[in-house]
């Protein structure tokens, strides 16, 4: 296929950058195929486009990774090989981010709503946020967050496992909400800098971007980081059995390295979780 010639995986995991191109450039394509064929249901089909030519990429990386785990290295050397992977799978999610708030942001309203309209219903509905630092309810709003965060991550697997590279929908999804919450965030403090000071400085510009940016920076790294491990640890698994390498005396190897990825990303879900309810208010208070 013409989309796997444009970026191999071992060119991915050596020049991780690529990724994040790929991924912005293939985003604003499927906007404008969305809202040009399928207008009426374009935010859905966003993602499902996206998601369709970000596939044979991560297939050919999650079995790149596979390969790696029947040379039988030692599971830190492996860590550190699967960090090459992670790299690319975090530039394809940044860029495609990047394109999807450029859209929020730059499109006129009425395009920007029909393109991200099943993203902001989303949102909505589940922006059972904190409010308040270390307010009464901070502990039920963890437990909403974390349950909700592993709920996510247990589609991711699933999904993963089931289609090989079929997280790469869920990542994308999780990619435009977050666009579409970054995107509010950057039009509400806009509109407020410049019904009080005019279009001013471009600097204030830049600024509120950043700012925006940075609110969800801080417990969304972590949070996609877990989604990633969990995306490739679901992907190796289900590559090994499409290859039989269930029938290899590895097939344990590759069990105990995939057990050590979920691992780690119930750990930075959970560290996630921690950041949003009690570190994003307090740097961001509402």
Known sequence: MVLESLLSPINAENKSYKALLYGFLLSLVCAFLALLVFRDRASMVLVFLVALGATPLMYSLIKYEEKKDLDGQDESALLKEHSKALSVFGYLFLGTLLAFILLYIVLPPALSTTLFDSQFESLTVIRGAVTEPASPDSWSDFSDIFLNNVKVLMFTIIFSF?????????????????????????????????????????????????????????????????????????????????????????FEHILLDSANLLAISLGLIFVAAVFEVWITPIVFPL
């Open 162 to 250: 089931i289609f090989g590279a079929g997280a790469i929908f869920i990542l994308t999804w999780n990619s435009s909400v977050i666009a579409v919450a970054i995107g509010n965030y950057i039009r509400e403090q806009l509109a407020t800098v410049t019904s009080v000071a005019g279009f001013g400085n471009i600097s204030n510009y830049f600024s509120i971007i950043g700012l925006g940016l940075l609110r969800y920076v801080i417990h969304g790294i972590p949070e996609i980081l877990g989604y990633f491990f969990a995306a490739l640890a679901g992907g190796i698994i289900s590559v090994a059995i499409i290859r039989h390498d269930y029938r290899s005396v590895k």
